[in-house]
């Protein structure tokens, strides 16, 4: 029964707009379906679902690894010590704010994990004078499985560390690849995810390249990156809290393991600089009112997404869009804020505020059928930032690859390999009615 009203104002309402006249009598009629309809002659709807409850993070780990290759990194006031030290000090406040219960400081001593403090300035003195006790080699294949092996659903652990692995053969360094995707398997089996963010600093020290020979960097740049690895949902609260402090946003970022695919979306049916045709949006469909075709104007809510999937021409290549039962449809245009803002309805700037949408994607469509179904889907690519910042040489790191780390590429290869499926970003389904 409810259908079948609504039915009737749809049509009604298409009647008045078609026809070009609205009378007294119009609008008592629409008042009193509207009234009829919102007064005890439908069902009781669901409640709504509980408040969720506020996530706290139990245990927030920071690792500094301390093999030799990093004193480098913690001499001359380095922008290392610099983000690092930050880094500590935004874990300490977090804790102030009660969304972390402990925030705890570690180094390494080759594959154990040695308490500096629970304080953060004590942490942080350490880093600022460089007293952080290095000089043993840290196996990364070890120190993973270990860090793995240590996680639980309360804690995240952040490691900061040059990555540098050594393997056994570093001719044969594909297979790397592989020997890092078995530890992580066992990360996607207990529910972990992996954000990785990269940095640049100055490095003054010793540099051992694989064949062991020591090269003597002095205010080299060099990358650095900080792990963190935890359950999803503590993992998007840290990424959150991260990424809304400046200092920590202006390096590159990859995050795997982590499920988009239930994304807020919208029609926004007033604004007629965007639209061609008549159609309402109502009740998760689009019905058309007087049309063969319409260009319809959707916004996608894209915050919880990583930057990288969001921006107008990532959305331009990955976005697809196809018919389940026939008919036309194609994505038209995709426009950025600045290009739709100035186009929207006041009532849809609020919709589009509301969603956070980077982007309206415009689909033009030609239903076969009363109700044609549409899947409009994006596409998976991750970042590749870490084939340009990884290098299979090392050997004259003064001149030639002084910006990369030493076979980089497949320790995060193991890992998308791992975390990773081929799915779409998300999907949504689209129903229209002619």
Known sequence: MVRS????????????????????LSSFVLLFLFTFLLCGCVETPNPPPPPKKNVVIKNLNLIIE?????????????????????????????????????????????????????????FIRLIKDGNVATGTNT???????????LCDSTSIYGIISDFIYSPQNPSNLSQMSAEFQTIFNVAKQKGLTFSIYQYYSKFNGKYWDKTGKIHHLIKQTRPYYIWFIGPENLMRLI???????????????????????????????ESTKLMDGSFLFEYGR???????????????????????????QYLSKNLKIAS????????????????????????????????????????KAVPASEESYYILSLEKSMPNWFY??????????EQANRGKTFAFQYLVEGAIKALEDPNPVFKINLIVNK
């Open 5 to 24: 009203l609504l039915y009737v104002i749809v049509l009604f309402r298409y009647e008045i707009l078609k026809n070009k006249w609205v009378s007294n």
């Open 66 to 122: 301390s093999s030799e290759s990093m004193k480098g990194f913690l001499a001359g006031g380095t922008e290392f010590q610099g983000t690092a030290s930050d880094m500590a000090a935004f874990f300490d406040e977090c804790e102030k704010k009660s969304l972390v219960v402990n925030d705890q400081y570690f180094s390494t001593d080759n594959t154990n994990i040695i308490p500096i403090s629970d304080d953060a300035g004590t």
């Open 139 to 149: 196996p990364l294949d070890k120190f993973f499985k270990d860090i793995i092996n």
């Open 239 to 269: 990424n959150d809290l991260i990424l809304n402090e400046p200092q920590f946003r202006n390096g590159n970022q990859i995050h795997l393991g982590f499920n988009y695919d239930k994304v807020n979306w919208t029609v926004f049916d």
């Open 286 to 312: 689009i019905n058309i009112m007087g049309s063969d075709s319409v260009l319809i104007p959707i916004g996608i809510g894209m915050s919880k997404l990583p930057y990288y999937f969001a921006g107008k």
């Open 324 to 363: 389940k039962n026939g008919g036309r449809i194609i994505i038209n245009k995709i426009m950025d804020k600045m290009d739709y803002e100035a186009k929207l309805t006041d009532s849809d700037k609020q919709k589009a505020l509301n969603l956070n949408a980077p982007a309206i994607i415009q689909i």
């Open 388 to 397: 340009d910042i990884s290098s299979d040489d090392d050997t004259q790191i």
